[in-house]
């Protein structure tokens, strides 16, 4: 039996839903599935630490580069803005060329440029690297997504993603909570290296381990074939739907983290970076909630699984009002647990509803996902400028307010 095989069985239609002849899945249980989950749970770690490491350092940006607190944002949004279209190509690519050797260039070129930025002389220089940076990752979200809708079990699948889901998780928190401690006792420049060599570490660990896929089916990639396929998922109102999801979801929860370092930092809180650092801890929620939201999906329905998370970030943000910590720490906790299982419904109702060019059908999800991040948390810069956390709060309650509705629309429409 050949290596990646171990732990596969080979499924045969058994009415509406099932796979074709011959296909082999990724069982749960056996050591092909584990290895599997523990390399996407890496790999997701390794790409958000990276994307997001920047985010507790924009105060620091400020105070060396110059900038505006809005300005300090385009540190993330640059990289989400390349990233989001960049999404598009990455999955037509991994549709024509597999999903693995995709998964570990993008690891390893955006730890190369980690580390590059380091050593940026200027703010110019930084925002290139970071647009490179955004580029280089694009290839590992989409195609991830679409590798687990290929190579798992879809009765595992759910549970499979809120893992990978969940190493994003911890790997934003890692990233933030990393840099902000390093950036404290040595310099911003440090954090950003290591973050960038955890990201080639990673690079290795999915090419050596990374179960081989068994399900892909080339695709061809010309821009015809990219045409069908992006106007068969935008004809389906319930794709729509999802890509909505992750525009709104992902633009109230980074604009939340983008500028909660500010207020932190300010009066009446006066913290210090790295106890600002500390409270991404709640990151963890999000490991947590990943997989117990995937697995009550299944069980209860993706739709009113997917409203109630929608429902319970708007209460979270509600905690997060009075100038308190006993209730903003809560509040962003409850925030992030349901953050992270809207994100772990969405995406893997993504690669279910897509029979095919699922490649693609993740890259448009992901590409709003990212617009929202990018869009969103800059604007946010600009009602944090006017009104201060007020602001902020009234325009992330304003897109839970419509994320709530395209959720019940979901959960209606099934």
Known sequence: MADGDFGRVRIEPAGQGAAEPGTTYLVAGTPAYKRASRILFVAGFSTFAALYCVQPLMPEFTREFGVTPAQSSLALSVSTGVLAFALLVAGAVSDRFGRKAIMALSLLASGTLGISGAMAPDWASLLLVRALEGMALSGLPAVAMAYVSEEVDPRSAGVTMGLYIGGTALGGMSGRALTALVADVASWRMAMGVIGTLGIAAALAVWFALPASRNFQRRPAGMRELAEAWRGHLMDRGLLALF?????????????????????????????????GAVFTVY?????????????????????????????????????????????????????????????????????????????????????????????????????????WAGVGGFVGLLLAVGLIVSLGLAVRR
């Open 244 to 276: 909505a999801m992750g525009f709104l979801s992902m633009g109230a929860f980074v604009t939340v983290f983008n500028y909660i370092g500010f207020r932190l930092l300010a009066p009446p809180f006066d913290l210090r970076p790295a106890a600002v």
């Open 284 to 388: 963890l929620c999000g490991v947590v909630s990943s997989p117990l939201f995937g697995g009550l999906a299944v069980r209860l329905g993706r739709g009113r699984v997917l409203a109630a998370a929608a429902a319970m970030m708007a209460a979270g943000l509600a905690l997060m009002t009075p100038d308190s910590l006993w209730t903003m720490v809560p509040g962003i906790a409850l925030f992030t647990f349901a953050f992270f299982g809207v994100h772990t419904i969405a995406s893997g109702w993504i690669g279910q509803r897509a029979p095919v060019n699922r490649g693609q059908a993740s890259a448009i999800y992901l590409f709003c996902y990212y617009m929202g991040s990018t869009i969103a948390g800059t604007l946010g810069g600009v009602f944090w400028y006017a009104f201060g």
